[in-house]
């Protein structure tokens, strides 16, 4: 299969195209051919290296953490799905591999593609998606009334994140341009503040919940805006000790990944304010209730740029840039 390869790390390195074996199927996975594949920040930072000490993959590899596309085969233990299903999935770790014709996923993994959602549509969603949904349902238990602050509210995760917290019945504020308002407010923004002229922490105050995808300095002034009892969960870093328990990394990886985080945890305890990191992980349980969203017309994806399967190193470097407004997506077929 034709297929776009990481075949060493390196920071901004181009994936090489090229034929590469289509994945062997396991019992309890489905093959789909890809039809289009979400790109991610996190690819370009696996990319980079940044990833290998907790992600160890064995190079070559192909990138690329979310599919739309068709079975075409499945596992001897597989019972929801068969061949001709349009399907959407974020695959799990170790499994990864969309930038290409063919992948594995995971039955577990796996959703039925939304009614009403092209191919592209449906790729832009799943890792955003369930970044959103463990982060304000799972981990924030988000409740009608409380107010969340989500950063970089015309990102990927932002503008999924706005519609799934407003629809929780909450008060949103969030970061972005000028440029961007409007989306963020049709999107169901309550409060917009322009990052470039403004700073949040003089604008925001006792909020209930945090959601941060930026850097360490965003980091400690957001503990500012929460009251006590509040949450400030982190997709960008530190991990915390939660995390480390999960992953399959050495010991001394394990506790370097503790202690970078011991600070913000110490700080933001003084407050009375809980902290934690979150590395999103596959879930087809709740991509399906994703789908009932998106089907009910309470979430609508948000698409920024489509490229052709050939521009992947492209589209790559453009998520890296920081421009795109929602999601960038690659038609494969």
Partial sequence: MKAFVLERYGKKRALQSTEFP?????????LVEVHAAGVNLLDAKIRDGEF???????LPFVLGHDVAGVVVEVGRRVQ???????VYARPDDFRIGTFAEFVAVKEASLALRPKGL???EAASVPLVGLTAWQALVEKAKLKKGQKVFIQAGSGGVGTFAIQLAKHLGATVA???????????????????????????EDVLRDYDVVLNSQDGKTLEKSLRVLKPGGKLIS????PDPEFSKGVSAPGFVKLVMRLLSSGIRRRAKSRGIGYSFLFMRANGGQLREITRLIEAGAIRPVMDRVFPFEATNEALAYVESGRAKGKVVIKVK
């Fill in 52 to 58: 290998k000490l907790i992600l160890p993959y064995r």
């Fill in 235 to 238: 997709i960008s870093g530190p």
């Fill in 174 to 200: 969030t970061t972005t341009s000028a440029g961007n308002v409007a989306l963020v407010k049709s999107l169901g923004a309550d409060v917009v503040i322009d990052y470039k002229t403004q700073d949040f």
């Fill in 22 to 30: 289509i994945p062997e199927l396991r019992d309890d996975e489905v």
């Fill in 118 to 120: 092209t191919m592209v």
């Fill in 80 to 86: 929801q799905f068969r061949p001709g299903d349009e």
